[in-house]
């Protein structure tokens, strides 16, 4: 069977599969730690290492040799939730941690507990109870620790194993990070080592408080459903203590106000000492502690407050060797650098992620606030701020010592360039997409909103008017007009069946500073919708090819909540809409993102109701499918099956297409592929698009 772009898609999935990823640099820059599986459309990840010095690659461990055959995915529910908070749906071997010199890793493959000698090469199976999963050797590499189900365990290199912290409850789990942490906050682990190797930092994790709800799947009512504990908006969150444990088996509680602060950013234990970072639940001020290890008191080295609220950002705070601490802040309108208590980053910057903090430098993920499609990095040391690339894309660094991993994708080419900056590049097997992006990124508008088009690789004929397809995410935290070949595929696989592609990155949008960013706070839905009617209409009166009397809209999770607002709200814009796992009412969306933007709902439920799906229901009055995996646990299924059913009391028709046992990335292969093949069928006939003769003679499957 001939291949096609949303197959090759599903099967590579979205074109990761064989990139290089996950990078690891010894602190003396000579060894390079990564993952990466044989090919384009292998699932299976492997680890391999750089030797940066001759440019020579070894591959380190293939889980097909380890395993004596195929890989078995028979994921624990610890291992399975991990994965889809990391939105990795890879096999083989998806994670792995490494001592302080890089010169051990330990990872885990179908529950078992391996190491690995970096230097030396050798591989080995550590014959331990599990299932394990979250292993991570000691700064020394001479024992382990690692989580068996909801305890924390230490392993010695001899297989000896003892638990470290666990309780009989089943609602307290140590070592890992709750749902919160992990979904919305970036804090993916639970533990962390002390420098000397002869204590640990943990988290205890009491979910009792947090509402039960269960996740069922209607296709096999044989099946027991499965509980979660959702932290629902307005609801109690899980209860999350920090605790020091010793090797001796003593150990004690870190102090702060956890009622004023309870979530638990992030934890570091360096040279200097151990602190964590706490955030109040208005999200509004953010604290830095240092912590007395003998007493377990806490002290504030440093505090951020905003009125609306604080950003978390990725990698920050650390701290240089002689002590001072690096920060991100919003400062004077944009995202800056704060080293010591100075902003050491210019206004024209939008900070996005801090990359590396070494012994005195720091790299930074930046773009400049009047181009967001673009991402650079950036060195800041004593001798002020230098940029590491230059080349139009998407950057990003991973560094040790003085080299530097760079990631950088591009208009110009497909996937991503790994390479050591000044060094041999890392090879990429991802396979080339059958498609290239006929783009133009446009500023469009008097906001200059930032746009992508995409039309037809063979051109538009003179005269001829395309129906338009927008293709937004639209909400925080996610960009859409990117600087990025691989970035736009499937909107041009769209494009290529006869429409106008159009994304718009609007009001509440990451990389345009402050303001923009929070144009959306206690709304996100007016100024979200708002730009992209202005966006379209702003594009249309420069480009004659697009014909808005055919307007269709589709999007996934935000995106999906926006594509269902749009023709709920401006039916006289919107004539179809295909919404993928949409939030329907924000009230059942977790309480760390959602009262963020929209506040408390039992101080003030104004917001939420303004911003509900549930609520415009009869409004309906245009074509709609609805999508959603009933396996998913992020948006629950009820977001769109409540609003299905206020839209048939309302006596308004709609679509309703469930996927059994899939979750919110929908990654299954077939699923993928014929995903994208019925939304087309959908909108041509919802847009009244006559497809062309060669597309209905091969049906779905073409």
């Known amino acids: 069977m001939a291949d096609t772009f949303p197959r090759q898609q599903a099967r590579t999935q979205r074109f990761t599969l064989g990139e290089p990823r996950t990078f690891t640099v010894s602190p003396d820059g000579r060894r390079v730690v990564f993952l990466r599986s044989a090919g384009g459309s292998d699932p299976v990840t492997c680890l391999w290492v750089l030797d940066v010095a001759n440019g020579t690659e070894r591959l380190l461990a293939d889980p097909r040799e380890l395993l004596g055959g195929s890989v078995t995915e028979d994921l624990t529910p610890e291992e399975r939730t991990r994965r889809e908070r990391l939105r990795d749906s890879a096999q083989g071997i998806t994670s792995y941690a490494t001592d302080t010199d890089v010169r051990v890793c330990a990872f885990t493959l179908a529950g078992r507990l391996y190491t690995a000698g970096l230097i030396t090469g050798g591989v080995r199976a550590l014959d331990v109870p599990g299932p394990v999963f979250d292993p991570r050797p000691d700064p020394s590499a001479t024992r382990l620790a690692y989580l068996k189900g909801r305890a924390l365990m230490i392993a010695a290199l001899d297989g000896s194993t003892t638990e470290w912290a666990g309780e009989e409850d089943p609602n307290i789990s140590w070592g890992a990070a709750e749902f919160v942490s992990a979904e919305e906050i970036g804090r993916f682990r639970g533990y962390w080592w002390a420098p000397n190797g002869e204590e640990l930092a943990a988290t205890r994790v009491d979910v009792s408080p947090v509402g039960r709800w269960y996740i069922s799947d209607p296709a096999q009512p044989w099946v027991e459903p499965t509980l979660v504990r959702y932290p629902a908006a307005g609801t109690p969150n899980a209860d999350v203590t920090l605790h020091i444990l010793r090797l001796d088996g003593s150990g004690l509680e870190v102090t702060w106000d956890r009622i004023e602060f309870p979530y638990l950013v992030d934890v570091s234990w360096d040279t200097h000492g151990l602190f964590a970072t706490v955030q109040s639940r208005d999200q509004r001020t953010l ?63 939008q900070v996005r992620s801090v990359a590396h903090v070494g012994d005195d430098h720091v790299l930074v993920a930046a773009n400049d606030v009047d181009e967001p499609a673009q991402q650079h990095i950036w060195r800041w040391d004593s001798e002020g701020l230098t940029a590491l690339t230059t080349m139009p894309g998407v950057h990003s660094a991973v560094a040790g010592g003085a080299t530097v991993v760079m990631s950088s994708r591009s208009l110009d080419w497909d996937g991503t360039r790994v390479s050591v900056l000044d060094g041999p590049p890392i090879a990429s097997h991802a396979e080339t997409p059958l498609v290239v992006p006929n783009l133009t990124i446009l500023r469009v508008g008097e906001e200059r909103l930032a746009t992508a088009l995409l039309v037809p690789r063979g051109g538009v004929a003179p005269g001829v008017r395309l129906p338009v397809l927008l293709d937004p995410y639209g909400g925080p935290h996610g960009s859409r007009v990117l600087a990025a070949r691989n970035a736009h595929l499937t909107a041009q696989w769209f494009a290529d069946q006869g429409f106008a592609v159009v994304a718009i990155d609007g009001r509440g949008t990451p990389g345009r500073g402050s303001e923009w960013e929070r144009a959306v706070h206690r709304d996100l839905a007016g100024p ?30 935000f995106g999906g909540y926006l594509a269902a607002l749009a023709v709920l709200r401006r039916p006289d814009v919107f004539h179809a809409a295909v919404a993928g796992a949409p939030p329907t009412d924000w009230r059942w969306y977790d309480t760390h993102y959602t009262e963020r933007y929209l506040g408390d709902p039992n101080a003030d439920p104004g917001p939420y109701e303004r911003c509900s799906l549930i609520a415009d229901a009869a409004k309906l009055h245009r074509p709609l499918l609805l999508i959603h995996g009933l396996a998913d646990d992020n948006v629950v299924a009820a977001h769109t099956l409540q609003f299905s059913s206020a839209l048939l009391a309302a006596g308004r028709a709609h679509r309703v297409l469930p996927l059994s046992g899939v979750t919110h990335m929908a990654s299954q292969e077939e699923v993928a592929e014929n995903l994208l093949l019925l939304q087309l069928e959908f909108l041509r006939e919802a847009l009244g698009i006559t497809p062309p003769e060669e597309d209905r003679a091969v049906g779905l499957s073409g």
């Not at 951020?304 to 919003?330: F, I, K, N, Q, S």
């Not at 209409?537 to 420069?542: F, I, V, W």
Request: charged content about 30%; cysteine-free.
């Open 287 to 349: 604290r830095v502690l240092s912590a007395d290890t003998a007493t377990g008191t806490t002290a504030t080295v440093a505090e951020d407050h905003d009125d609306t609220w604080v950003e978390l950002v990725e990698g920050a705070p650390r701290r240089l060797a002689d002590g001072r601490l690096v920060m991100v802040a919003d400062r004077d309108g944009a995202r800056r650098l704060i080293v010591d208590g100075e902003t050491v980053t210019p206004a024209v910057l």
């Open 528 to 557: 979200v919708l708002d730009d992209q009617v202005d966006g379209l209409h702003a594009l249309a009166n420069r480009d004659d090819r697009l014909d808005l009397t055919k307007v269709a809209i589709r999007g996934w999770s």
